[in-house]
């Protein structure tokens, strides 16, 4: 299964365990792919790297290298119109699109209120993790 992270599951699930880092290790066991495009993984990257500020002890590099080589890269599709009340989140949407991808995990509620948007849910981490590693 083939899924887009919003950068708050996937920071959460490195920096604090939990659901997200349920969703890791799954991605880890090959049990999910995880889909991203350039800009997504460049906010993972300047997310991480701000945390990694705040939290010395977790080096949150060698978890990007290895995202870059091992995630499921697509080129952006570019969105008609906007989808999201903001337009920094269509991102993931675009991602989801380019990769055939039916879900996206997110805690933000304004990607969760576009979920069904073409056929793509947008799922909080828990319910991902209820509904698909269980």
């Given at each position: 299964?083939?899924?887009?992270?919003d950068?708050?599951?996937?920071i959460s699930?490195?920096?604090?365990g939990?659901?997200?880092?349920?969703i890791?290790e799954?991605?880890?066991?090959?049990?999910?792919?995880l889909?991203?495009?350039e800009?997504?993984?460049?906010?993972?990257?300047?997310?991480?790297?701000r945390?990694?500020r705040?939290?010395p002890g977790?080096?949150?590099?060698?978890?990007?290298?290895?995202l870059?080589v091992?995630?499921?890269?697509?080129?952006?599709v570019?969105?008609?119109?906007?989808v999201c009340?903001h337009?920094?989140?269509?991102?993931?949407?675009?991602?989801?699109?380019?990769?055939g991808?039916?879900v996206?995990?997110?805690?933000d509620?304004?990607?969760?209120?576009?979920?069904?948007?073409r056929?793509i849910?947008?799922?909080?981490?828990?319910?991902?993790v209820d509904?698909?590693?269980?």
């Open positions: 299964m083939r899924v887009v992270l950068t708050n599951i996937l699930g490195i920096f604090f939990g659901p997200p880092f349920r890791l799954a991605w880890r066991d090959g049990k999910v792919r889909a991203v495009t800009s997504i993984l460049e906010e993972y990257g300047r997310v991480g790297e945390l990694g705040q939290f977790i080096d949150v590099i060698p978890f990007m290298q290895l870059a091992s995630a499921d890269l697509y080129p952006a570019r969105l008609r119109k906007p009340e337009p920094d989140d269509d991102k993931f949407i675009a991602c989801a699109l380019a990769s991808s039916r996206i995990v997110s805690g509620k304004g990607l969760l209120i576009v979920s069904g948007y056929g849910q947008v799922l909080s981490p828990r319910a991902f509904q698909f590693l269980k």
